[in-house]
């Protein structure tokens, strides 16, 4: 979602060469698997990078006080998940095995996480593709 971070540019890629699903966090949600199916199943593609990025301001709060502050102005609880985390690595591998798990995703053999240095444009691998070393 940080419109800070060409993910084009980042990765060396050129504009069509890759599907982009951006978000809050960059965490895997219910729609992110949804759109990777999409994607696989009628698309053709195959790889997945998960990419997070430092300075994350997911980082900055608690999903229960967004929760709590969003029921005491609405007068609603949300019922979504939202997310929030204060380990950068851990989300990044959690959102990954998240994909390695669904059994919507039809290919889960190349699935990477990174980090995305927001001071640096640095990506720091986090989890490779199955099989292979860090």
């Known amino acids: 979602m ?3 971070i060409d993910v084009f540019a980042a990765l ?3 504009i069509g060469e890759a599907h982009v699903i951006r978000n809050a966090g960059g965490i895997v949600t219910d729609d992110v ?3 990777l199916t999409i994607s696989q199943r009628f698309l053709e593609t195959r790889a997945i990078v998960v990419i997070q990025h430092t300075r994350c301001g997911m980082q900055t709060f608690t999903d229960d006080q967004l929760a709590n502050d969003l029921e ?3 007068g609603h609880r949300p019922e979504w998940p939202i997310g929030a985390f204060d380990d950068l690595t851990r989300s990044v ?3 990954v095995d998240l994909i390695r798990e669904s059994p919507f995703v039809q290919y889960r053999d190349l699935v990477w996480g990174g980090i ?4 640096t444009g640095v990506i720091t691998e986090v989890a490779t593709p199955e099989g292979k070393a860090n």
């Open 116 to 119: 995305y240095d927001v001071e």
């Open 33 to 35: 698997i949804r759109s």
């Open 12 to 14: 060396g890629l050129n």
């Open 2 to 4: 940080d419109s800070r």
């Open 72 to 74: 005491e102005e609405t």
């Open 93 to 95: 591998q959690s959102s």
